[in-house]
């Protein structure tokens, strides 16, 4: 075949022509995305002399976060330095000087966490009672089922620390509010994927135990539950990871845990405590995260 | 059948008989001290004040659903803040795409084979990751001053985190033939990027990074509680001065967005890679 042969000539012209079509949209697309950056950071005042402006601050202000005053108005240090780490708790730059609070740290953070938990428990054992009858496939009323799944919508898309600052006024200043506010959330997402694990159930265990005269609760318990219950687990130990990094902001808007203590000790520009209850915070994070993962391996392999 | 050949079965298969004493027992153990841990957190979180409270909330809602006061609301004051949130998420995530881009391939296994520096990369990532994105705005607050900037900052640092391990993770679950095809051709390390293992990760990074952008117009909502721009400050204004009924109004703008967000993801994600939803 020679280039001036008809065919492929005729391929020469497709081709060319679809690879315009191609790169114009491609060129298309990435105008835009350009177009609405730039909308979006006029709009948002992000301007390139702004930046300029505020980048040796955010320098200058994560170096303060790393430096201590020994004494009162001397110059700052390091937090640590190297012939003083295992130090005491009177000696500066050492660990224990650094994170002298720890007991105050620690009782929050145990707070933070039991909040996490008892806020998955509750939006589980909420979104488990709700999920069966917002199955389309379970449930013959569709009434219901339409009803059930917006309300799941709403739970779950009103953001949870503004819930939290609405339940702060009637439930008072503490963790209350933040596991509610938590636990509703939760409610509203597990409710969402758990009803999509119901939908992909297989439902010929549901039809043998309707034939043999079961009622509906006992279809779900014995020809669904026992399919989707691994499943089920494995999203909870997923949003609890996550629920651990909310339950860590609640107090800011006064919903318990570590964020009020956090909140305080930046508006105070108490530095080195800031960096050291964001390092205890991660380690608290990450540690949970990997046990969690280890759990939802081990138990729930073919799901997580 | 007689007991004898039923006691026999029951060493046989011992599990058709029901569970074993020993089962039965650790179940319970574990039921028991569910059942106290709880009564324990009970304790520790005073949840009779749920009881308490209840009538309060009740009050606060029926106040929400009383729009009679709609006409007078600052309508513009709103929408502007509201339009800010979504650009505040755009330019975050944005920016954190043009930063995660390269990071993503210096976090890769099979681009940058030094262990110890990939493994400080990922540190690096899971710490951005670690914190919340509130905890990020509140100190780039501090840093930087009240304002939406120190929003898009904390946005666009805690999603960099999200959106490098993803990318990292992206490549090194490519096709390593794709790429040895193209360097056999005398391509070079960039040419086999561009054209070996670009192709096979651009279609993850566009929905991860349309995923994020609709997730992150969530979470740029609440920004504003700690002076970090958008609807969040308007918000917290009006909690703070109880005027619920412009609360719930609010509300229900944030839940119009985030819908209208979600919906024009889906249509683009459709549009670029052919597959309508995340995951």
Redesign the interface.
């Known amino acids: 075949m020679s280039a001036d042969d008809p065919a492929y000539r005729l391929f020469e012209q497709r081709f060319g022509a679809r690879r315009r079509a191609r790169m114009a949209e491609t060129m298309l697309t990435a105008a835009t995305a350009v177009l609405l950056f730039l909308v979006a950071a006029v709009w948002t005042d992000f301007s390139p002399e702004k930046i300029y402006e505020g980048l040796p601050r955010i320098g200058q202000y994560f170096g303060k976060l790393l430096s201590i005053e020994p004494l009162a108005g001397a110059d700052p240090v390091p937090v640590l330095a190297f012939g003083h780490v295992f130090g005491g708790v009177k000696e500066p730059q050492s660990i224990a000087y650094w994170f002298y609070r720890i007991d105050v740290y620690g009782t929050l953070l145990w707070q933070t966490v039991q909040m996490a938990i008892i806020a998955t428990v509750m939006g589980f054992t909420a979104a488990f009672v709700l999920c069966f009858p917002a199955t389309g496939t379970l449930m013959p009323l569709r009434v219901l089922v339409f009803f059930l799944r917006r309300l799941l919508e709403i739970l779950r898309t009103v953001p949870q620390v503004v819930l939290a600052f609405i339940f702060v006024w009637p439930f008072g200043i503490g963790p209350l509010a933040g596991i509610l506010a938590i636990g509703i959330h939760t409610t509203g997402a597990l409710g969402k994927l758990f009803l999509e694990l119901n939908e992909n159930a297989d439902l010929r265990a549901v039809e043998g135990i309707k034939s043999v005269g079961g009622s509906w609760l006992a279809q779900i318990r014995y020809g669904v539950v026992p399919q989707v219950l691994p499943g089920f687990l494995s999203y909870a130990l997923l949003r609890f990871e996550i629920n651990v990094r909310s339950s860590t902001i609640m107090g800011f808007v006064g919903a318990g845990g570590i964020g009020m203590e956090l909140k305080r000790v930046i508006g105070f520009n108490i530095y080195e405590e800031v960096s050291a209850i964001c390092i205890l915070i991660l380690l608290v994070v990450v540690i949970l995260d990997l046990t969690s993962e280890r759990i939802r391996h081990r138990f729930i392999g073919q799901f997580a | 059948m007689t007991p004898a050949e039923i006691a026999a079965q029951r060493l046989r298969t011992p599990w058709a008989f029901g569970l074993n004493r020993r089962t039965l027992a650790i179940r319970w153990g574990i039921g028991l001290l569910a059942v106290v841990y709880?009564i324990y957190?009970h304790w520790?979180?005073?949840?009779g004040?749920?009881f308490s409270?209840?009538?309060?909330?009740w009050?606060?809602v029926r106040l929400m659903v009383d729009w009679t006061g709609f006409a007078g609301w600052d309508h513009a004051e709103l929408l502007q803040s509201m339009?800010?949130t979504?650009?505040?998420a755009?330019?975050g995530s944005?920016l954190a795409l043009l930063i995660s881009f390269p990071l993503g391939f210096l976090g890769a296994r099979n681009i940058i084979p030094a262990r110890v520096f990939r493994f400080f990369a990922r540190r690096m990532f899971?710490?951005m990751r670690?914190?919340?994105q509130?905890?990020w705005a509140?100190?780039?607050v501090?840093?930087?001053g009240l304002?939406?900037?120190a929003g898009?900052?904390a946005i666009c640092v805690a999603d960099t985190g999200v959106l490098s391990k993803l990318f990292a993770e992206a490549i090194e679950n490519t096709d390593r033939k794709q790429v040895e095809g193209i360097t056999s051709t005398g391509a070079s390390f960039i040419g086999a990027l561009r054209f070996g293992v670009l192709p096979q990760v651009l279609p993850v990074m566009i929905s991860q990074t349309l995923y994020q952008i609709e997730s992150n117009s969530?979470?740029a909502?609440?920004l504003g509680?700690?002076g970090a721009?958008g609807i969040?400050l308007r918000?917290?204004e009006r909690?703070q001065i109880?005027a619920w009924d412009q609360?719930a109004y609010v509300?229900v703008l944030?839940?119009i967005t985030?819908?209208l967000i979600d919906n024009l993801s889906r249509a683009l994600r459709l549009r670029?890679i052919g597959i309508p939803s995340h995951r």
Do not use: H, Q
């Open positions: 709880l957190l520790l979180f005073e949840f004040k749920v409270g209840l009538e309060r909330l009050v606060i339009l800010e979504v650009a505040m755009y330019l944005m899971d710490g670690g914190l919340d509130l905890i509140l100190v780039f501090r840093a930087v304002g939406p900037i898009i900052l969530r979470e909502t609440i509680l700690v721009g969040g918000l917290s909690i109880n609360v509300i944030i839940l985030v819908a670029l």
